[in-house]
């Protein structure tokens, strides 16, 4: 067995692993041992994860003695609605799947999200397991118990939290995504540096040519570095009354720019990209943080792949944008901005001033 990570999510009964590793989907009837209520199970993937992973991950919980079942959804973020979700109950009613199936997920994030939401919500909650293999759900969106859907009225509107029983990283698996894809996911991982944590940002300014030559060292290193971030502010805060808005850096902006431009326009972590340049500057504009600060960040996107211009909508249509987003209060715009780098704070209190500034 070759070495893994392994992380312990805390939150009390509802604790899980986190195993992070190379060659990992190879190695899961010995890291899943004990992970599953009954002998049924069934993969949720994609048609584009599917012919490349599907067979190895079969086989491994086949060896388990498991009997596996798998449903295999098209691939894009306009089918993470509730049609496509109830391809999925319906391959569960039709294998007569009972309360102790296990969903697992197999794919990035949209197939992880919908994934968890069915497992939430299959006769009112089954186990599901996350084997993400794609950065951005590697080092964000499989850790946590964020799930749900889309609404043709807003992204992520349907939705849950509820926890996996485990994740798997195969970092091995980030091998066949696209170079954009892969760019997508350092956006959230550059993310992780700048709400509270500036050695990885310098850790990930040195390092970051060895993670766009996919080193895997370096990757399990970067992904194992999020995990930890992320599931220190999960166990502090699981179901986001407030720390956990941090995450969503750059998200208040990116949002906008996704729904602005229409879903798929730009990926979800080129959006966040440019909407951490955008809170960068309004932080800016704010005396909050210096030019070189700006300067730095902005260069680590770029040595990324990533966009650090935000596309022009017109400050109107990104401020009606805005408004549709889960952390707003009060109907009052809740923004992620800086402190200087690795020190992020939650506010409404930005002005319509810095606002016009960095929109228009
Ligand atoms: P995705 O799931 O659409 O995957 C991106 C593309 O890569 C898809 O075409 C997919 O089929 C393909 N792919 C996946 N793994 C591959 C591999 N190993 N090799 C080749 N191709 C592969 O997108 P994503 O970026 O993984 O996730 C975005 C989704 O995650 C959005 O729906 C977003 O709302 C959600 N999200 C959720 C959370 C959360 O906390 N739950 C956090 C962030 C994002
Ligand atoms: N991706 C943001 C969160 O999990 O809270």
Redesign the pocket.
Known sequence: MTEHISLHLDLGERSYPILIGKDLLAQLPVLLKGKFKSKHAMIVT?E??AP??LEAVLRALQAMGMEVTHVVLP???QY?DSQHLDLIYSALLAARCDRKTTLVAL???????MTGYAAATYMRGIPFIQIP??L??QV??SV?G??GINHPLG??MIGAFYQPKAVVADVS??M???DR?FS??LA?VIKYGLIDDLPLFEWLEQNMARLMSRDIATLTEAVAWCCRNKARIVAADETEGGVRALLNLGHTFGHAIEAGMGYGVW???EAVAAGMMLAAAASQEMGLLRADELARIKRLLEAAGLPVAAPSLGVARYIELMQVDKKNDAGRIRFIMMRGLANAFITDDVSSDVLNKVLS
């Open positions: 994609n584009t994860v490349l992973y691939d894009g973020e993470k794919g990035g994030g949209v197939v992880g999200d293999t794609t951005l759900s964000d969106s946590g964020k799930t992204k992520n698996t980030l066949t995504l696209p894809e997508a996911g959230e990926l979800h972590g």
